[in-house]
């Protein structure tokens, strides 16, 4: 069984930089398996980040942050990660770490509230 | 860049009706790229339905999905007051950005 444990929340302020974890226990780091990020802002609807192929460590981002992100990931502890930088009050939102196996995306993290406050 | 259009932004019907989601693609996307989530207030989203047509396992067949190139539907029969969430299409695969539609809104009365 495929699960995804998320990093714990996080309160920054703007212009600072978080780092979130999702830890991958289940499942190897194949061609098939990705890693989306995605996030849930307050009273918005869900935003697609970016993906990470954790087998070679290739990355598309969305074009909103594609400035500020970057993903990596570490093959000897199976885990990836999701760095946001300069960060606004507009980034505070719940993130999400997806794994999918192919195009099914059936095993999610369990979200990292990241709140952008001064 | 892909633009998926969700409508209606809510629907509020009864349990025991059936609910017809539409997802609306800004250009063709293979049957294969498109998913259907669940999401509820404080969980992550579930993956309902991939390749616009397929349950993901475990979920209870009054779920379906159907549709090609730009129409994607989702139907939910026999409404059950759980049923109540926001509910997302997702296109994957076709060409990035990977967006998501902006939701609808399921209530059940």
């Known amino acids: 069984q495929v699960q995804l444990v998320q990093s714990g929340a996080e309160m920054k302020k703007p212009g600072a930089s978080v780092k979130v974890s999702c830890n991958v226990s289940?499942?190897?780091?194949?061609?098939?398996?990705?890693v989306h990020w995605v996030r849930k802002a307050p009273g918005q609807g869900l935003e697609w980040m970016g993906i990470?192929?954790?087998?070679?460590?290739?990355?598309t981002y969305a074009p909103r942050v594609r400035v500020r992100i970057t993903m990596t990931r570490d093959t000897s502890t199976n885990a990836v990660y999701m760095e946001l930088s300069s960060l606004r009050s507009d980034d505070t939102a719940v993130y999400y770490c997806?794994?999918?196996?192919?195009?099914?995306?059936?095993?999610w993290g369990q979200g990292t509230l990241v709140t952008v406050s001064s | 860049e892909i633009v998926l259009t969700q409508s209606p932004g809510t629907l509020s019907l009864s349990p025991g009706e059936r609910a017809t989601l539409s997802c609306r693609a800004s250009?063709?996307?293979?049957?294969?790229?498109l998913a259907w989530y669940q999401q509820k207030p404080g969980q992550a989203p579930r993956l309902l339905v991939y390749?616009?047509?397929r349950r993901a396992p475990g979920i209870p067949d009054r779920f379906s999905g159907s549709g090609s190139r730009t129409d994607f539907t989702l139907t939910i029969s026999r409404l059950e007051p759980e049923d109540s969430a926001v509910y997302y299409c997702?296109?994957?695969?076709?060409?990035?950005?990977?967006?998501f539609g902006q939701g609808t809104k399921l209530e059940i009365k």
């Open positions: 390749g616009a047509s």
């Open positions: 997806a794994g999918c196996d192919g195009y099914i995306c059936s095993d």
């Open positions: 289940g499942r190897t780091f194949t061609s098939n398996f990705y």
């Open positions: 997702h296109q994957y695969g076709s060409s990035p950005p990977y967006a």
């Open positions: 990470i192929n954790p087998a070679d460590g290739s990355t």
């Open positions: 250009q063709s996307i293979g049957s294969t790229y």
